[in-house]
């Protein structure tokens, strides 16, 4: 893995599931040189993620969104941002709040970074590409086309969408973000991975539930996604913000799709247990904005020189659920 360049790193959503994530990998490139911005005096999971991290300074959002209004000299240090805070909820309902939280924050540090002469990298979605039917390619370069099935990815892809209207896409990069699951997601609560909320299901009753499919052409369990291990997502995005020239929207996904039945399966066989899988019905409100396929093509990623290895379903969640899940760990620790 490449260093990151000299000054100062700022991760926003550092205390998050990437965030951290991020903050460990390039801890574990013996980088400290860190401002961690996020939202965690009130939450207590989200400060265990912190535990074992080394970074220079903490900053709420608002704070850091008030020294780049006012391009304050405190932030002259700083070489590279990996924007990573966002309200990610794909059923928050609040127009306003998702329009200036996942919106105009991206554009006020987009906008200063170019301004500055900073890297820029920030967290687009996979929600963004909607049902699929148009397709889920980085290369494509009519992203117009593409209709999110929720306000989340409408307020990912307004962004995109104006990068690229205003040629920034030229001098920055977007992750569009599969399925990423795995250690220090505890405090998401309902928008857990499946991995997560499966094992403390198991641990309880000893079976773990999944939403029946409501098509036809899919049966129950066999909807899929691409998954993407937590240890690959960062090693992806650090590649990225260390290659300055690999500008543009990029897929980090796994590149193969698999079902939720191989996932719940992989947890079981990770936990030493018979599978005991239970279909539920899901709940009315998704039903219309539910993705059924993601899969992602890497093979932008991989053509601009990303070689390494990815770590297949069941190698990452028994990597996962032995490493972190069942000894009550974070990374780091």
């Known amino acids: 893995m490449h260093e990151l360049n000299q000054g100062v790193t700022v991760v926003t959503g550092g205390a998050g599931l990437i965030g951290s994530a991020v903050i460990w990998g390039i801890n574990n490139q013996n980088q400290e040189n860190i401002w961690l911005v996020d939202e965690c005096e009130d939450d207590s999971l989200k400060k265990r993620n912190l535990e074992h991290l080394c970074f220079r300074r903490i900053l709420a959002l608002g704070e850091f969104r008030s020294?780049?209004?006012?391009?304050?000299?405190?932030?002259?240090?700083?070489?590279?941002i990996i924007h990573l805070g966002a309200?990610?909820?794909?059923?928050?309902?609040?127009?306003?709040?998702?329009?200036?939280?996942?919106?105009?924050?991206?554009?006020?540090?987009?906008?200063?970074?170019?301004?500055?002469?900073?890297?820029?990298?920030?967290?687009?979605?996979?929600?963004?590409?909607?049902?699929?039917?148009?397709?889920?390619?980085?290369?494509?370069?009519?992203?117009?086309?593409?209709?999110?099935?929720?306000?989340?990815?409408?307020?990912?892809?307004k962004f995109d969408l104006l990068a690229q209207k205003e040629g920034w896409l030229e001098q920055i990069t977007g992750l569009k973000y599969f399925n990423v699951y795995g250690p220090n997601e505890e405090h998401k609560g309902d928008m857990r991975s499946v991995v997560s909320k499966a094992y403390e299901q198991i641990?309880?009753?000893?079976?773990?539930?999944?939403?029946?499919?409501?098509?036809?052409?899919?049966?129950?369990?066999?909807?899929?996604?691409?998954?993407?291990?937590?240890?690959?997502?960062?090693?992806?995005?650090?590649?990225?913000?260390?290659?300055?020239?690999?500008?543009?929207?990029?897929?980090?996904?796994?590149?193969?799709?698999?079902?939720w039945l191989d996932l719940g399966n992989s947890i079981f066989s990770a936990l030493g247990l018979e599978p005991n899988i239970e279909f539920v019905d899901m709940p009315e409100i998704l039903r219309d904005k539910y993705q059924y396929f993601t899969e992602a093509t890497i093979d932008k990623l991989r053509s601009c020189g990303y070689a390494d290895e990815l770590f297949s379903l069941e190698d990452a969640v028994r990597d996962y659920a032995s490493n972190y899940l069942v000894p009550d760990r974070r990374l780091g620790a």
């Open 67 to 80: 020294l780049v209004s006012q391009k304050s000299p405190e932030l002259s240090g700083i070489r590279t």
């Open 87 to 157: 309200c990610s909820s794909t059923t928050e309902t609040d127009e306003d709040y998702l329009h200036d939280n996942n919106f105009l924050y991206t554009k006020e540090l987009c906008e200063w970074s170019l301004c500055n002469g900073v890297r820029f990298v920030y967290a687009s979605s996979a929600a963004t590409y909607g049902d699929g039917t148009r397709g889920m390619d980085d290369k494509d370069e009519e992203i117009e086309k593409f209709q999110p099935l929720n306000l989340y990815g409408w307020s990912k892809h």
């Open 203 to 259: 641990d309880q009753t000893g079976r773990m539930t999944l939403f029946k499919s409501h098509r036809p052409d899919y049966r129950n369990g066999e909807q899929k996604r691409d998954f993407l291990y937590v240890k690959d997502a960062v090693r992806m995005t650090l590649w990225l913000a260390e290659n300055e020239q690999a500008n543009g929207l990029f897929n980090l996904g796994n590149g193969t799709a698999r079902t």
